[in-house]
């Protein structure tokens, strides 16, 4: 059944210009509702056409779906910029990662191009605030006077005190997944679609180039060299690297179960884990890291060999 909705869905999205802006548009507005799920609606939806349908007709479609978005929000006496500023929010990263994809056809250089996104935001946060953790602070204390109960909110202040130089970090690299993970779920439904098990292949054949390892190298040694705020920018791009790395690690992982014929189990089991204990996450993208090297050292002892 689930299937055969999604069937219909994406059918439905990729049968006409029309039927294309109306499936974006109400993919945002759902997102307006959903704030938590509005990648995974929205730039699910941005990614499928993108991915499909090829730039040109993706970046119409979205500038109709945006014109219609303002004539919904001025009908219904809604902020006007804070609802486009949302939309593009999302759809643009999403669109731009999906053209990525849709000319390399490697999802290796989807995460590079999406990496270098938020490390262009996080240069640009940098450039912009002299000091960022003050200025996400003065945000979140807003945040949580308005959220938290009457006379609570100093408790909560104390608790976000040691963490809050790695905000700005986890808001980038949280972005980055988002965008990331649209891509992918668009791949995935464009494969169900036209081309069942093409995803899983792609998905396995992941690889990030074997330059970002010295890349790396370089950003940690820079995190450990220089003085503030030089010293958190690069920090923060460092956690983005991190995440790119959990995403191979990942993909290492799903490529080793399928190749072993393993149990499901042991994918379900990462899954969990990645939940309810996060700190698996810097172990995976260890081997994420680990992956990407054997993979460097095979092509060189390759290259060697023909020499």
């Given at each position: 059944m689930q299937q055969l909705l999604l069937a219909l869905i994406g059918n439905y999205i990729l049968s006409g210009?029309?039927?294309?802006?109306?499936?974006?548009?109400?993919?945002?507005?759902?997102?307006?509702?959903?704030?938590?799920?509005a990648f995974l609606i929205s730039g699910s939806v941005v990614a499928l056409i993108t991915l499909r349908k090829g730039a040109v007709v993706a970046l119409q479609t979205l500038v109709a779906s945006l014109l219609l978005l303002m004539v919904f929000l001025l009908l219904v006496k809604l902020p006007l910029l804070p609802g486009l500023a949302y939309a593009l929010m999302i759809c643009l990263p999403v669109c731009f990662a999906a053209m990525v994809l849709r000319w390399y056809a490697q999802q290796g250089v989807l995460l590079v191009a999406v990496g270098l996104m938020a490390t262009v935001l996080v240069i640009t946060i940098y450039m912009?605030?002299?000091?960022?953790?003050?200025?996400?602070?003065?945000?979140?204390?807003?945040?949580?006077?308005?959220?938290?109960?009457?006379?609570?909110?100093?408790q909560y202040k104390e608790i976000l005190v040691p963490v809050i130089s790695m905000v700005n970090a986890m808001v980038v690299a949280g972005l980055a997944l988002n965008i990331i993970m649209s891509v992918l779920c668009g791949r995935w439904w464009q494969s169900r679609l036209f081309n069942p098990g093409a995803f899983q292949t792609e998905f396995h054949a992941l690889r990030l180039p074997s330059a970002i390892l010295p890349t790396s190298a370089i950003i940690v040694l820079l995190v450990f060299t220089l003085t503030t705020p030089w010293q958190a920018m690069f920090r923060d791009i460092m956690v983005v690297l991190m995440f790119l790395y959990l995403i191979q690690g990942i993909a290492s992982i799903h490529r080793n179960v399928d190749k072993f014929k393993l149990s499901m189990a042991w994918l379900v089991s990462l899954y969990c884990l990645l939940?309810?204990?996060?700190?698996?996450?810097?172990?995976?993208?260890?081997?994420?890291?680990?992956d990407v090297y054997i993979e460097w050292r095979r092509r060189k002892i390759g290259l060697d060999n023909e020499s």
């Open positions: 210009r029309l039927q294309a802006v109306a499936a974006t548009t109400f993919s945002i507005l759902l997102s307006l509702l959903l704030p938590p799920l912009s605030i002299a000091d960022v953790a003050s200025w996400w602070q003065q945000w979140l204390y807003l945040v949580l006077e308005e959220a938290a109960p009457a006379g609570n909110s100093a939940i309810f204990w996060p700190k698996i996450a810097l172990f995976i993208a260890c081997l994420g890291m680990t």
